[in-house]
């Protein structure tokens, strides 16, 4: 991965919530085709950095540049999902009383190209569109490893890891570059978790580069081709697995404290 193309590049990122500062000057570098891990200790800053990088938050200093481009720190988190990063969240956000086919196709619905009044107008090619988000819906719950026959169910029917899938499959929905991810395997029994990880592993091998942030220590160091440690809000360590665990900054701050 030391040779693939930069997708992501922050460049001294700092966050201040009060006198708190959250982030203090952090930069790093997401290749392209990558699976990259974000670990640290609780109130490392690793939430306020993925949500830095989403959106959600707007840094009061650094870059942001994306796929070559400059990416405004004041962008929306609108306007980068259809800059092409796409997120999930710690806590599942679906939309608990839409079926799960329609939770998908609201995913597809953020990147469509038939406007409003074409839509309100039922055009012929409002029509077209509409079955083909939902074709490409369908097509999304077979790749994330959901069985066609929850389509008709309701979010909130579903089992907890099907939710999280679900998730996925609703923000693969954007056609994202960069798609992170907030703890997928949080709540997961080890078979939920295995599978997940054949799944972020297929999604790195259809050229989707993927950023995760993940207490589960063991899922990060078998499953990432490089790893940030975050601690009081700065970059302690950068590098590939095998590296990262053995940096003795790493084992203080975070790995020694998970036993």
Known sequence: MTDAAELLALRNI???FGGVKALDGVSLSIPEGSIYGL???????KTTLFNVITGLYQADA????FAGKAMG???????IVQRGIARTFQN???FDFMTALENIMVGRHACSRIGIWSAMLNTRAARAEEI??????LALL??????RTIANSLAHELSYGDQRRLEIARALA???????LDEPAAGMNPTETAQLKLLLERIRADGITVLLIEHDVKLIMGLCDRVAVLDFGQLIAEGRPEQVRNDPRVIAAYLGSAG
């Open 14 to 16: 700092s966050k201040r």
């Open 92 to 94: 599942i956000r679906l």
């Open 39 to 45: 670990i640290g200790p609780n109130g490392a800053g």
């Open 132 to 137: 083909a988000i939902r074709q490409r819906a």
């Open 73 to 79: 720190l004041r962008l929306k988190a609108s306007e």
């Open 174 to 180: 954007t056609e994202p570059r960069l798609l992170a």
């Open 62 to 65: 650094g870059e942001r540049e």
């Open 142 to 147: 077979d790749y994330v490893g959901l069985p």
